[in-house]
Every structure is written in structure tokens, then in C-alpha cells.
């Protein structure tokens, strides 16, 4: 009989010693990710961030065990995987209003039927109490981890998809690091006692202005960084942001604002699972950082904004 995970332990989940390790953790992983974003085939891409988030997902799972759920595991997984299948699949037909339209669709058939599939999963086990809270808890980590990042796949499939990738992962790398040494060096008011102690607003203000300013600089020669980026055979042109009129200034202050909100609430609904399972992170697998969940979880909630955005653009 194979065994179960074991619960996160409350001991094994101190984070590294500083910000040095951190930034050393930040330093390898982020070029990384840049690469993958910007030169990856769709259907690759899709691959890397299913991987992502089976374990982000396997992570949730393990904090559920603290709230007295026995999960369904591998159902759980299976169904995640399976987004990224369709995903990567609708990559084929090459265009974003096929590409958009049928993630639509996937995305609100497999997000309402998930709780009733894992419902009948849930029919085969001896005790029928446990049946209810772990189909919640399945349900709950695909809408809240596997659909997010799909988003995100999706928007790679879009048009001008690639640039809108980095700049939501700078706005929100932005925000999270701006918030983090600025509440060190500055934070004196509690934001939220209760659910994140170590949060402030000063904190959430520096989180914004860096959130602004990278944003900004960002958009506002998103034209010359394409041309840069194709010729290094970074992107296709499809990929790359050519308009003849540059981003306007009302449209990447608000585009920016409104993701380091997002990201600032997911980092918040984050702490505040992790608090109601009193543990510290989600894991230990990215040093300095915690778990892979303690990685994107502000990425979460602010990537549905920037899908949403360009979603529009693509349909209307």
C-alpha cells in the first residue's frame, strides 16, 4: 500500500536565514523563467507550468491535512494535468481568438464540474464525513492554483502574449520585492495583525510604487524591448508588442495598480491559509522562499486580471 504524504511540519518549514539567500534563489530562478516565457513553444510552456502546479497543488493539499481533510491525491493531480493538456492542445490552431475562445469554454466546463467529479470520486471511500471535505479542498485547488496559472499559458497564446507574460511577472516581482525591504526597513503600521503580523503599509505603499514604476518603464518602451528581444531570437513577432501607438500612460498605471492589488491579496489569502494551518510556508523547496505556494501565490490572483485585460482585447 503506497503512503501518504506526510503533514507539513511546523519545524521544517523556517525560512532560509535573510535576504541573501533570497536574492541568490531569486538570481538563479528568475532568468530561468524569463527564457522559458519568452522562448518556450506554447505546448513546452504549458508542460513547465503543469509541473509547477502539481506541486504547487501537492502543497495545498499538504496544508488541507491540517484543517483534519484526507485529500484526494491523485485524482487531484490527474485533473490539474489535464487542464494543461487542453491548454497545450488548443496551442495547434496558431490563433488567439480560437485559442481564447476554446480555453473559455474548457476553463468553465472543468471548473463547474470539478466538484461534482470529485464528489463521485469520493463515493469509493469507507467514510462518507471525509468524502465532502476533500472534494471542497480538490475543487478549491484547482480553481485556485491550476486555473490561474492557466490563465497564464493562455496569455502566452495571445497577442503580444510574451511581452504581456514578463510584464505581469515584473509588476508583481516588483511589488513583492519593493514591499519586502521597504517593510524592513520602514513598516511601523500593522496591516493585518491577525492573519499576516509582519505585513505593513508601509510595506503595501512601497509594494505599489515599485509595482508603478516597473510597469511604467516597462510598457512605456514595450515597442524597443520587442525589437530587442526579437532580434535576439528571443520572440516571434506575433509575441512582441509593434503597435504603431505606444501603451497610454492612463492604461499602464491602472493595468499596473490593479495587479499589485490582486497580488497583494493573494499574498494575504495565502498567509491566511497557511495561518489557519499553523504552519510558516508551504514548504521548503525554493530556499529563502518557502514552498513553491509561498513563491506564486501573489501571482495567483493577479494573473486572472492580466488574462482578463487582454482577453478583451482578443474578443472585442
Known amino acids: 500500500m503506497a503512503t501518504e504524504p506526510s503533514p507539513i511540519t511546523t519545524a521544517s518549514t523556517e525560512r532560509g536565514s535573510g535576504p541573501w539567500k533570497r536574492i541568490a534563489t531569486a538570481a538563479v530562478l528568475i532568468p530561468i523563467v524569463l527564457v522559458i516565457v519568452l522562448r518556450a513553444p506554447v505546448p513546452?510552456?504549458?508542460?513547465?507550468v503543469a509541473v509547477v502546479a502539481l506541486l504547487t497543488t501537492h502543497e495545498f493539499l499538504q496544508l488541507s491535512r491540517h484543517y483534519h481533510v484526507q485529500p484526494l491525491w491523485k485524482p487531484t493531480y490527474v485533473y490539474v494535468a489535464l487542464l494543461f493538456l487542453s491548454v497545450a492542445l488548443t496551442a495547434i490552431s496558431g490563433k488567439p481568438l480560437i485559442a481564447t475562445a476554446s480555453f473559455i469554454v474548457t476553463m468553465g466546463f472543468s471548473a463547474a464540474l470539478a466538484p461534482f467529479v470529485f464528489l463521485v470520486?469520493?463515493?469509493?471511500?469507507?467514510?462518507f464525513s471525509t468524502s465532502l471535505p476533500a472534494a471542497a479542498a480538490s475543487a478549491f485547488a484547482?480553481?485556485?492554483?491550476?486555473?490561474?496559472?492557466?490563465?497564464?499559458?493562455?496569455?502566452?497564446?495571445?497577442?503580444?502574449?510574451?511581452?504581456?507574460?514578463?510584464?505581469?511577472?515584473?509588476?508583481?516581482?516588483?511589488?513583492d520585492t519593493t514591499a519586502y525591504f521597504v517593510g524592513r526597513a520602514f513598516g511601523r503600521h500593522r496591516m493585518t495583525q491577525r492573519v499576516?503580523?509582519?505585513?505593513?503599509?508601509?510595506?503595501?505603499?512601497?509594494?505599489?510604487?515599485?509595482?508603478?514604476?516597473?510597469?511604467?518603464?516597462?510598457?512605456?518602451?514595450?515597442?524597443?524591448?520587442?525589437?530587442?528581444?526579437?532580434?535576439?531570437h528571443l520572440i516571434q513577432r506575433r509575441d512582441g508588442y509593434f503597435a504603431l501607438q505606444p501603451w497610454p500612460l492612463v492604461t499602464i498605471l491602472a493595468?499596473?495598480?490593479?495587479?499589485?492589488?490582486?497580488?497583494?491579496?493573494?499574498?494575504?489569502?495565502e498567509s491566511l491559509i497557511k495561518r489557519?494551518?499553523?504552519v510558516k510556508d508551504s514548504g521548503t523547496l525554493l530556499p529563502g522562499h518557502g514552498g513553491m505556494l509561498d513563491r506564486i501565490d501573489a501571482l495567483l490572483l493577479a494573473a486572472p486580471v492580466i488574462w482578463f485585460y487582454a482577453a478583451l482585447r482578443v474578443l472585442s
Open 121 to 127: 470520486i469520493g463515493m469509493a471511500r469507507n467514510d
Open 255 to 269: 493595468l499596473s495598480a490593479a495587479i499589485n492589488v490582486a497580488a497583494q491579496l493573494g499574498d494575504l489569502v
Open 276 to 278: 489557519g494551518a499553523g
Open 142 to 175: 484547482f480553481g485556485y492554483i491550476a486555473l490561474p496559472l492557466g490563465f497564464l499559458v493562455q496569455l502566452r497564446q495571445q497577442w503580444a502574449g510574451a511581452i504581456l507574460l514578463v510584464f505581469v511577472l515584473l509588476v508583481v516581482w516588483a511589488g
Open 44 to 48: 513546452l510552456l504549458a508542460a513547465v
Open 196 to 232: 499576516s503580523p509582519k505585513k505593513t503599509w508601509e510595506g503595501a505603499a512601497g509594494s505599489m510604487l515599485g509595482s508603478l514604476v516597473v510597469g511604467w518603464a516597462f510598457l512605456a518602451n514595450a515597442q524597443p524591448i520587442s525589437s530587442a528581444l526579437l532580434q535576439a
